[in-house]
């Protein structure tokens, strides 16, 4: 059975930086692409990027480029989303999914991130 | 960057009614054209890929169809448990935009 299980929430005062993981079972971690979504309270869903843990390559988008670092630990079959300089419109779930095929068939379970002085 | 506009963002039906969502691309993404389910709190779930293709375990009431760029996600009697938001995503090109949602909400 594939599962993506993230780390717990996260409450962090403007300015910091937070780091999300997202754990991989159940099929070949190496075998695909992981991408990164936000999701702010009653918004929509935001590409974030995405790394390749084959190689290590990521791609990000333009709005958080800078801030965003996507990484793979192919030891631990786990993915991180680091996101600094925050600020309170950071404040949203973010989800990792996996890249099967040009969709997202499976998708972690989401991680609160609060960002508040 | 692709854009990709919903439409309605938001619907009232009721239940056993038919119901169409339309999601236009900025430019031809061809096929790659997805769409998801979302319930409240929970993380979206894959309901169409490629724009045809049903996943695994979706009921056969949901049909996706189109190309280029113009994609229509179907349902053809809607049961409680299909009140929720739905987004289209294309992956023809990063960055994979989505759609803004159709929030559907019973009548």
């Known amino acids: 059975e594939v599962q993506l299980v993230q780390s717990g929430a996260e409450v962090k005062k403007p300015g910091a930086t937070v780091k999300i993981s997202c754990k991989v079972s159940?099929?070949?971690?190496?075998?695909?692409?992981l991408h990164w979504v936000q999701q702010a309270p009653g918004k929509g869903l935001d590409w974030m990027g995405l790394?390749?843990?084959?190689?290590?390559?990521?791609l990000y988008a333009e709005k958080f480029q800078g801030r965003v670092t996507i990484t793979a630990d192919t030891s631990t079959d786990t993915a991180y989303m680091e996101l600094s300089s925050l600020r309170s419109e950071d404040t949203a779930v973010y989800y990792c999914?996996?890249?099967?095929?040009?969709?997202?068939?499976?998708w972690g379970q989401g991680t609160l991130v609060t960002v508040s002085s | 960057d692709i854009q990709m506009t919903q439409s309605p963002s938001s619907l009232s039906a009721s239940v056993g009614d038919r119901i169409t969502i339309t999601c236009r691309a900025s430019?031809?993404?061809?096929?790659?054209l997805n769409w998801y389910q979302q319930r409240p709190g929970k993380a979206p779930k894959l309901l169409i890929y490629?724009?045809?293709s049903l996943h695994s375990g979706v009921p056969s009431r949901f049909s996706g169809s189109g190309s280029g760029t113009d994609f229509t996600l179907a349902i053809s009697s809607l049961q409680p448990e299909d009140f929720a938001t739905y987004y289209c995503?294309?992956?023809?090109?990063?960055?994979?935009?989505f759609g803004q949602g159709t929030r559907l909400e019973i009548k």
């Open positions: 490629t724009t045809s």
């Open positions: 995503q294309q992956t023809y090109s990063t960055p994979y935009t």
């Open positions: 430019q031809s993404i061809r096929s790659y």
């Open positions: 999914a996996t890249d099967i095929n040009w969709n997202y068939s499976y």
């Open positions: 790394v390749d843990p084959e190689n290590g390559e990521t």
């Open positions: 159940g099929y070949t971690f190496t075998g695909y692409s």
